[in-house]
């Protein structure tokens, strides 16, 4: 009997791959996922991360991981009235100088954007139940902890010497060309940003696809398979799959050296656990390491909301004229010699500027 046990447990060690060894947040649940047509546990539906929570800790709620009740609905009654003040309707007659505006929170100018665009959530992101203060639990000051040697830039992508960032097309952002989802919102990590936090997950017995609202990006992840080995590096990385129980595991490295994730990029390694913990609940886990930019491994967690709809086309480059004015403008500034935008020499401010940060 003995022998029989060892051999088993040595059997289901094989099953689990050797760079399962992660250590991305586990959730405590006794929850029985419904069963997929694989056997597997369903992750199929349309799911949402929209929240007022961040991949960092804010320090105006405290050092601590957990937020208080108190907290919590402090902070969510702050964002319904910034809601509300959007959403009142606005005077045609009124000039800018009339127009109402809000700039708590750090908003900075422009703050009463036409609200009716945005949608970043307006809960404190919950796991199992407790407040969060933002998602990342390791380190334990929850901050990113970047190598204090690191001099790259830790948004937007890199540019070649000699490249400025209004000089073509393929040196403008690469959301704003339509070619990845504005501020990490495909991932890994997967993380909401100001609007369109909806996925929609599709899975059978041998692939599980994740349909992203932002842009249109669509991570297919092989569940069994092996990294590819013709150096090819694809928007959103190389990803495989594997179940570890009723957790989906996804490893994702061989990221395009343009996608950059926090300073890191051709070195990253991502490791993802998907875990069902409820009807309407799933919770996402992620473990980040590349210790060219990283001083540590470094990882957290957050939970997705099962959401009733579809996810709507995002018609990205639709009526959009500023990428065609952005590049004319920045060629009168060479034919008349006169700059007007500092963004033409200031390249590494305005990479800082470009990919957002989670407040």
């Known amino acids: 009997m003995l022998r029989a046990l060892c051999l088993a447990g040595a059997l289901l060690a094989l099953a689990v791959p050797a760079h399962a060894q992660d250590q991305a947040p586990r959730p405590a649940t006794t929850y029985k996922a419904p069963r997929g047509a694989d056997g597997r546990p369903s992750l199929d539906g349309v799911w949402t991360n ?212 926090r300073g890191a990029s051709e070195n990253l390694k991502v490791t993802e656990r998907f875990t069902r913990v409820g009807a309407d609940r799933m919770h996402y886990g992620f473990w980040v390491e590349d210790p060219t930019v990283f001083s540590q491994p470094w990882g957290g967690e957050y939970e997705f909301q099962r959401i009733p709809g579809l996810v709507y086309e995002y018609a990205c480059h639709e009526g959009n004229y500023g990428l065609a004015n952005i590049l004319s403008g920045a060629r009168e500034e060479e034919r008349t010699g006169v700059r007007t935008a500092p963004t033409n020499v200031d390249q590494k401010a305005a990479q800082v500027g470009e990919e957002g940060e989670e407040g």
């Open 50 to 261: 929209a929240a007022i929570t961040r991949l960092e800790r804010n320090p105006r709620h405290g050092a601590t991981l957990a937020l208080s009740e108190e907290q919590v609905e402090r902070i969510e009654a702050r964002e319904r009235a910034q809601i509300a003040l959007g959403d009142r309707p606005t005077d045609p007659n009124a000039t800018v100088l009339d127009l109402p505006a809000d700039c708590s929170g750090g908003r900075g100018t422009d703050c009463n954007y036409n609200a009716a665009w945005t949608d970043p959530g307006h809960v404190v992101m919950r796991v199992n139940g407790q407040g969060r203060n933002g998602f990342v639990t390791v380190p334990a000051d929850g901050r990113v902890p970047i190598r204090k040697d690191f001099r790259g830039g830790l948004y937007g992508r890199r540019l070649p010497p000699g490249l400025a960032i209004n000089d073509n097309p393929e040196s403008r952002a690469l959301g704003e060309r339509c070619l990845l989802s504005f501020g990490n919102s495909s991932g890994p990590v997967m993380l909401p940003g100001l609007y369109n936090n909806t996925y929609q997950f599709v899975q059978t017995k041998d692939h599980v696809a994740i349909v992203v609202e932002m842009v249109h990006d669509t991570r297919i992840i092989p569940i069994g398979g092996k990294h590819r080995t013709d150096g090819v590096r694809p928007w959103m990385g190389d990803s495989i799959g594997w179940w570890d129980g009723d957790t989906l595991v996804v490893e994702t490295v061989g990221f395009h050296p343009q996608q950059v994730f």
